[in-house]
């Protein structure tokens, strides 16, 4: 297993267990359906000390919400203890591009959230997939959870201007704010 710097790349999914006794890992995906994280290649592991390993995924099964996922030269349960904890990244340039109007979780990360009246809530710091729907974590103090219904909280998301626009807090759905 080679240590690389890290690279550009985007978080996909996390290590969370070991399965087995062939070195096989838990993997939670990140992505929707949870089977495309298989798709996009190549892998990165990035390690708690900071390295980036490149690895290559050479099988998987579904187990609840998880994938259990062989790697390519990791054959015991030992071996793959040391990747527990780890994040799966992916090189940005490996997705592909998308319709217009359609964008990325990661894309909204950073941008700038204001309402209709011009008036800046903060930066978007997480995406939260629950239950009832997806939220906005917007860095605030409080943060603020903003839920992602287009059009009914969610205005426009204008990547090229940094910005999402929601409509203001008083004309939201009553709760949400």
């Keep these: 297993m080679k240590a690389l710097p890290l690279s550009d ?39 708690s000390r900071g390295d980036a390993v490149p690895v290559e995924p050479k099988g998987f099964q579904r187990q609840g919400q998880k994938l259990v996922v062989a790697l390519e030269g990791f054959t015991d349960r030992i071996q793959s203890e040391i990747l527990v904890g780890a994040e ?14 359609q ?3 990661v894309d909204l ?32 103090t409080p943060p603020l959870l903003i839920p992602f219904v287009w059009q009914s909280t969610v205005l426009a998301v204008e990547l090229e201007s940094r910005r999402i626009r929601i409509r203001s807090a008083g004309e939201a759905i009553p709760g949400a704010f």
């Design 103 to 105: 964008f990325y979780w």
């Design 9 to 47: 790349g985007v978080v996909c999914g996390r290590v969370v267990g070991v399965f087995g006794i062939r070195g096989q890992i838990k993997v939670v995906s990140y992505t929707d359906p949870m089977e495309q994280l298989l798709v996009y290649r190549p892998w990165e592991i990035r390690t």
């Design 109 to 140: 990360l950073g941008l700038e959230v204001v309402d209709e009246t011009g008036f800046r809530l903060g930066q978007v710091s997480d995406l939260t997939r629950g239950p009832a729907g997806d939220c906005l974590t917007v860095a605030a």
């Design 88 to 101: 799966i990244t992916v090189p940005r340039h490996c997705f592909p591009p998308l319709p217009e109007g």
